[in-house]
């Protein structure tokens, strides 16, 4: 089976070689380069014919904002994790928003990495690349979530569709007739009822179930 191929974007090489060291026995992941900046990524990026890219938010002279606006400028659809020691929430979101696939911190275990990334691969390369078990499981998680989406009322739905699209608790107040108060309970409740701990965690989950926002 052709393997799916990792570009890494860090200042420190350290994290390459931990990457690599992570991935080495991967029957699905091949972890290929290494860049420190946005220097050389879209020849790196077709040369390698890379599947991934992971990255620090913070690179030399860059960032992984700057990665993703040269990704989107040039039509280039391969997906970037975040791979950082700090997460900021407004921050993670706005990366999230710019087209980030998914976050990773610099503490996980192994097994967790390797995990998020193959849950992120079967979105993306299913067709015959990851194994039935890993097929079926991920059908599973995609089925169960479904069916949590479908357990919110028509008002938390409204509430979840409109934080989806960006917008501020203000915003949905407005939008909807209701105050802000009311909009953190209904996010609050939502996040309980479809199990997740962050807003972070809200819109990776919304941006898989929710095709038509509000």
């Not at 194994?131 to 169960?144: A, E, I, Q, V, W």
């Amino acid at each position: 089976m052709k393997k799916l191929k990792i570009l890494v974007l860090d200042c420190d090489p350290i994290i390459h070689i931990g990457l690599k060291s992570i991935f080495k026995n991967s029957m699905i992941f091949e972890v290929c380069s290494y860049l420190e900046n946005k220097d050389f990524l879209i020849e790196t990026i077709q040369e390698e014919n890379i599947n991934f890219i992971i990255s620090e938010i913070n690179l030399n002279g860059s960032s992984a904002l700057d990665i993703l606006k040269i990704l989107k400028k040039n039509k280039i659809d391969v997906p970037l994790i975040i791979f950082t020691s700090i997460l900021n929430e407004n921050k993670s979101l706005q990366l999230l928003k710019s087209g980030a696939s998914g976050f990773l911190t610099k503490n996980l275990k192994k097994k967790t990495i390797r995990y998020v990334l193959q849950e992120i691969a079967f979105s993306r390369y299913s067709s015959g690349e990851l194994n039935k078990f890993t097929r079926l499981k991920n059908r599973f998680n995609f089925d169960y979530n479904t069916e949590k989406i479908n357990s919110l009322s028509r008002r938390e739905l409204q509430v979840l569709k409109l934080f989806f699209r960006g917008k501020r608790n203000i915003e949905i107040s407005i939008k909807l007739n209701i105050n802000q108060k009311t909009v953190n309970t209904y996010i609050t409740r939502i996040m309980r009822k479809l199990e997740v701990n962050s807003k972070t965690d809200l819109f990776i989950l919304a941006r898989k179930h929710i095709k038509q926002p509000y």
